[in-house]
């Protein structure tokens, strides 16, 4: 049990269909991050939200729609998605200084298997 | 622009060994460093970190030396265990920023 919990593990969708995937931390952080895991790539951050406003967008593309609601709730709304977007998608949170910046680490849910028809 | 890469991609050990996973970074204003964990169906698992500020700190069973000369990150577990079979990733972080950069990972096999 890591603290941070993602739904679904897995997702199969087609191009046109529009999807959500939901992240939960009980860790009592007050930011959230969503990354994407490709084989033989780093990790690509895509998105970092920090009390509940985003502070980072890494010019991700608009089919990639992120929701913080509140501080232990983050959401990635899919739509129109293409075959490279198959991917595990992994969210973390951790505790910020305030504007996110943090020198504490990151703690990461399991992800969500991502596979486009 | 940042880098964080893995000395090698793969990493077999005799279980009882120890093993030392490295990392090199190019980024000298990097000043905070984790490592992680990731076994197969899971997410990376927080292992342990080093700030700028110390060239050693120690975990259970686990050892991160910081060479900021040369810039390179080490991982050293000791008496390795079949468990410890996994991805193990370096990741980095500037002063003032909040992204983390990651390497492509070390998998790391024990043999029973």
């Known amino acids: 049990e890591t603290g941070v919990t993602q739904t679904p593990r897995h997702l199969v969708m087609g191009m046109t269909n529009k999807k959500s995937l939901k992240c939960e931390q009980h860790?009592?952080?007050?930011?959230m991050y969503w990354y994407k895991q490709s084989a033989k790539k780093p990790l690509e951050l895509m998105f970092v939200y920090s009390l509940e406003e985003r502070v980072e967008n890494n010019s991700v593309p608009s089919r990639f729609s992120p929701e913080c609601p509140n501080s232990s709730h983050l959401f990635l709304h899919l739509h129109t998605l293409q075959p490279e977007d198959s991917a595990l998608y992994l969210c973390a949170s951790s505790q910020d200084h305030g504007g996110g910046v943090s020198n504490q680490p990151q703690h990461f849910g399991d992800g969500t298997r991502l596979s486009i028809l | 622009g940042e880098s964080v890469g893995l000395h090698l991609p793969t990493l077999s050990v005799q279980e009882g060994d120890n093993s030392i996973i490295n990392c090199a970074y190019s980024?000298?204003?990097?000043?905070?460093f984790i490592w992680y964990k990731q076994e197969s169906g899971k997410g990376p698992q927080f292992i342990i970190d080093?700030?700028?500020?110390?060239d050693k700190r120690q975990g259970q069973r686990v050892t991160v030396l910081l060479n900021k000369t040369v810039k390179h990150l080490s991982l050293q577990i000791a008496a390795t265990q079949p468990g410890d079979s996994a991805v193990y990733f370096c990741a980095e972080r500037q002063t003032g920023a909040n992204n983390l950069f990651f390497g492509t990972g070390t998998r790391l096999t024990v043999i029973p």
């Open positions: 080093i700030r700028s500020n110390m």
């Open positions: 980024n000298s204003a990097s000043d905070y």
């Open positions: 860790l009592g952080h007050n930011a």
